[in-house]
T-cell receptor
Framework: EPEVTQTPSHQVTQMGQEVILRCVPI?????FYWYRQILGQKVEFLVS????????KSEIFDDQFSVERPDGSNFTLKIRSTKLEDSAMYFC???????????FGPGTRLTVL | GNSVTQMEGPVTLSEEAFLTINCTYT??????LFWYVQYPGEGLQLLLK?????DKGSNKGFEATYRKETTSFHLEKGSVQVSDSAVYFC????????????????FGKGTKLSVIP
């Protein structure tokens, strides 16, 4: 069964450093998403991406964040200058169409020291 | 705005007990409703969904009915197993009004279920 994959599973970085989280969505999906879950809190929407551009973003997704689909398979989330409060589990998701179920990857745990 | 409220956990049940996890929502329009499950150390997996009022989603013995009149989508299972121990998230899917057509999920806080033998 096709699945969303994410790398790395755990990333530790120093405050102020740039990180890139990588995702490979399900191959025939057209819509891509990033969510994050701070420990003990709810899962929060960050951004959605369709047709090579951002279609929606939340207040959390400020100028420190960017997303890219550099080739036909990868979907990346970049945090330009990490802050302590960026420590969270980051989930990538993809869907075939806009209103149907989203399939989630296993997540990348980001720890900012 | 859109929001999802779930009953607070944790919930601890004995094996074969009946499970109900309450979920209510606030949304404009007609969202789709979902239950996702997160097993320890893993990501989110879709458990079941309902896309319109009175629809019943079901999977692995779990059920939830989309109740528009009470804006609820309570999760139920008649007989839980130890393997059902996980965190359960209620979520709704709604579109932006920017015309971009993408849908984002709004999640509840999650309810941790522990089933003991």
């Amino acid at each position: 069964e096709p699945e969303v994959t994410q790398t790395p599973s755990h990333q530790v970085t120093q405050m102020g450093q740039e990180v890139i989280l990588r995702c490979v969505p399900i191959s025939n999906h057209l819509y891509f998403y990033w969510y994050r879950q701070i420990l003990g809190q709810k899962v929060e929407f960050l951004v959605s991406f369709y047709n090579n551009e951002i279609s929606e973003k939340s207040e959390i997704f400020d100028d420190q964040f960017s997303v890219e689909r550099p080739d036909g398979s990868n979907f990346t989330l970049k945090i330009r200058s990490t802050k302590l409060e960026d420590s969270a589990m980051y989930f990538c998701a993809s869907s075939w169409d806009s209103y149907n179920e989203q399939f989630f990857g296993p997540g990348t745990r980001l720890t900012v020291l | 705005g859109n929001s999802v409220t779930q009953m607070e956990g944790p919930v601890t049940l004995s094996e074969e007990a009946f499970l109900t996890i309450n979920c209510t929502y606030t949304a404009t329009g007609y969202p789709s409703l979902f239950w996702y499950v997160q097993y320890p150390g893993e990501g989110l997996q879709l458990l079941l969904k309902a896309t319109k009022a009175d629809d019943k989603g079901s999977n692995k013995g779990f059920e939830a009915t989309y109740r528009k009149e009470t804006t609820s989508f309570h999760l139920e299972k008649g007989s839980v197993q130890v393997s059902d121990s996980a965190v359960y998230f209620c979520a709704l899917s709604h579109s932006s009004y920017s015309g971009a057509g993408s849908y984002q999920l709004t999640f509840g806080k999650g309810t941790k279920l522990s089933v003991i033998p």
